[in-house]
């Protein structure tokens, strides 16, 4: 079995499937961790990007809760991984409010309305009682568990390290083509040589291949900042916030007490020049909303950075076989979710590699249709 990625969806997939017993090459073009992980605010939500009322208009209720138990799943069991090996990542047990983007509630009520006919663990909040709580004057908030925080670089070099202690291999080189045949894969590399491998399972990042062309999937920048340590000014309880409206901004805490806050993102500024040059006016934009997000908080930045990312029209990752390509398999937890989708993906995909199968599969197809 050949992984291409050595970021965090590529480290759970490897920490999976060498649990299954198999034999596990790793190979990326950086080190380990670096591209998109290491700029990943790494909140670790099982809310689904499209709220549970626009995925059930979409795909019909049935499907939209299956959706977003697997995602609650995902998120529990990554937090017992975690627990269960002792991986040092800093990874902390979190509350996520997702609050009202405006003057009504009306769309949180019948977000969490939703919510609690399919049992997924949530609380609405009105304005009194979120004010009363964490202090945020908004009109409604859902509050829910299950949701963690964690340093995703850190988190990803402790799965490849137990992945390399069952006997996986992590190589350093730079995939550039691919072919699929009845009986393998064959993965063309950069320096003129060439593995080949029984299976491939593509956990590239935002780096896709040419031979993935999904119809749901579209690329678009974001920015984040991370303030200086602030351990005496953070918010009650330090939940993970996030709000009701399609492009929104998410903030978090860190162990050190800082607040790292993101958002601004952009489907217009996807090269890297655009992107560097609208990072001023960026930055600026973050630091205004954290003030009016969170009076108390102080906006002297430390850090920020922006990069390239993708999502998908509805929300939901690209996880299967890659069509015309059976023995090559895709791992694409696109979104806010993911490194959350990244351990459903590992679950998927051994479950694939098992003989069995998921209606999942079928919900995250590479090839669905686009929907809007």
């Given at each position: 079995m050949?992984?291409v990625?050595a970021?965090i969806t590529?480290?759970?997939?490897?920490?999976?499937?060498?649990?299954?017993?198999?034999q596990?090459?790793?190979?990326?073009?950086?080190?380990?961790?670096?591209?998109?992980?290491?700029?990943?605010?790494?909140?670790?939500?099982?809310?689904?990007?499209?709220?549970?009322?626009?995925?059930?208009q979409?795909?019909?209720?049935?499907?939209?809760?299956?959706?977003?138990?697997?995602?609650?799943?995902?998120?529990?069991?990554?937090?017992?991984?975690?627990?269960?090996?002792?991986?040092?990542?800093?990874?902390?047990?979190?509350?996520?409010?997702?609050?009202?983007?405006?003057?009504?509630?009306?769309?949180?009520?019948?977000?969490?309305?939703?919510?609690?006919?399919?049992?997924?663990?949530?609380?609405?909040?009105?304005?009194?009682?979120?004010?009363?709580?964490?202090?945020?004057?908004?009109?409604?908030?859902?509050?829910?568990?299950?949701?963690?925080?964690?340093?995703?670089?850190?988190?990803?070099?402790?799965?490849?390290?137990?992945?390399?202690?069952?006997?996986?291999?992590?190589?350093?080189?730079?995939a550039?083509?691919?072919?699929?045949?009845?009986s393998?894969?064959?993965?063309?590399l950069?320096?003129?040589?060439?593995?080949?491998?029984?299976?491939?399972?593509l956990?590239?990042?935002y780096?896709?291949?040419?031979?993935?062309?999904?119809?749901?999937?579209?690329?678009?920048?974001?920015?984040a900042i991370?303030?200086?340590?602030?351990?005496?000014?953070?918010?009650?309880?330090?939940?993970?916030?996030?709000?009701?409206?399609?492009?929104?901004?998410?903030?978090?805490?860190?162990?050190?007490?800082?607040?790292?806050?993101?958002?601004?993102?952009?489907?217009?500024?996807?090269?890297?020049?655009?992107?560097?040059?609208a990072?001023?006016?960026?930055?600026?934009?973050?630091?205004?909303?954290?003030?009016?997000?969170?009076?108390?908080a102080?906006?002297?930045?430390?850090?920020?950075?922006?990069?390239?990312?993708?999502?998908?029209?509805?929300?939901?990752?690209?996880?299967?076989?890659?069509?015309?390509?059976?023995?090559?398999?895709?791992?694409?937890?696109?979104?806010?979710?993911?490194?959350t989708?990244?351990?459903?993906?590992?679950?998927?995909?051994?479950?694939?590699?098992?003989?069995?199968?998921?209606?999942?599969?079928?919900?995250?197809?590479?090839?669905?249709?686009?929907?809007?």
């Amino acid at each position: 079995m050949l992984i291409v990625g050595a970021g965090i969806t590529g480290a759970l997939v490897a920490e999976r499937l060498t649990r299954q017993g198999r034999q596990v090459v790793v190979i990326d073009r950086e080190l380990p961790s670096l591209g998109s992980t290491v700029a990943s605010t790494a909140m670790l939500l099982w809310e689904i990007d499209r709220p549970l009322v626009e995925l059930s208009q979409l795909y019909g209720f049935e499907k939209a809760v299956r959706c977003y138990r697997a995602s609650h799943a995902a998120t529990r069991g990554l937090m017992s991984l975690v627990a269960h090996h002792g991986i040092a990542c800093e990874m902390r047990q979190r509350l996520s409010l997702y609050l009202a983007a405006d003057d009504s509630p009306r769309l949180v009520e019948n977000e969490h309305a939703l919510r609690a006919r399919a049992d997924l663990p949530s609380n609405l909040l009105d304005y009194a009682g979120l004010l009363r709580r964490f202090a945020i004057g908004r009109a409604a908030a859902i509050l829910s568990s299950d949701a963690a925080d964690a340093d995703p670089v850190r988190l990803t070099r402790g799965l490849l390290n137990i992945s390399i202690r069952r006997g996986a291999r992590l190589l350093k080189a730079d995939a550039i083509a691919f072919d699929s045949t009845a009986s393998g894969a064959t993965v063309g590399l950069e320096d003129g040589l060439s593995i080949e491998a029984r299976e491939v399972v593509l956990a590239t990042g935002y780096v896709m291949p040419d031979i993935v062309r999904p119809k749901a999937q579209r690329p678009a920048s974001s920015w984040a900042i991370a303030t200086l340590p602030q351990p005496h000014r953070l918010w009650p309880e330090q939940a993970l916030i996030w709000e009701a409206t399609q492009n929104y901004h998410y903030a978090r805490t860190t162990v050190d007490g800082r607040i790292i806050l993101g958002g601004e993102d952009d489907d217009a500024l996807v090269q890297p020049d655009a992107r560097e040059a609208a990072t001023p006016e960026k930055v600026r934009a973050l630091k205004t909303y954290l003030k009016a997000l969170w009076p108390e908080a102080s906006n002297d930045v430390a850090f920020h950075w922006s990069g390239a990312f993708d999502t998908t029209s509805d929300g939901l990752p690209l996880i299967g076989r890659v069509p015309q390509c059976s023995n090559i398999l895709a791992a694409f937890g696109y979104g806010g979710n993911g490194i959350t989708f990244s351990f459903l993906a590992a679950e998927l995909i051994a479950t694939l590699l098992s003989g069995a199968t998921s209606p999942l599969l079928d919900d995250f197809a590479i090839d669905r249709d686009i929907v809007e």
